[in-house]
């Protein structure tokens, strides 16, 4: 029987990028990109979306603890921030000088 292939999507953001929450609980704050998780479209923000972990207590751990750490939220619910401008921008992609596609910014159609 034939193996699926799954074709991956790229995102419009990267590891590093800082971005608003636009949807959800966390609605209106900012932060950097911390870990992407293209296939399940999650990325996890710096101090954004907190969970807490309890954590079982072992023999290294005897007491055990609670864990603040956090979540990932869909990538539909985060927009990018542009670096020149520091508004929250959509991003499309478009071929550079050197003809290699590259990210830009909708709002004012610099490259990123």
Do not use: C, W
Not at 36 to 55: D, S, Y
Not at 68 to 78: D, R, V
């Amino acid at each position: 029987m034939k193996r699926k292939k799954f074709k991956q999507s790229k995102l419009h953001i990267k590891s590093g990028d800082t971005v608003k929450i636009i949807a959800g609980n966390e609605k209106g704050k900012t932060g950097k990109v911390v870990t992407l998780f293209p296939k399940v479209q999650r990325a996890i923000i710096e101090g954004a979306n907190m969970v807490t972990k309890h954590i079982k207590p072992s023999a290294s751990n005897p007491e055990g603890k609670i864990e603040q750490k956090e979540a990932p939220i869909h990538i539909s619910n985060l927009m990018l921030i542009d670096p020149a401008g520091g508004e929250p921008t959509r991003t499309g992609r478009k071929l550079n000088d050197q003809g290699k596609l590259q990210r830009y910014s909708k709002k004012t159609g610099d490259f990123i």
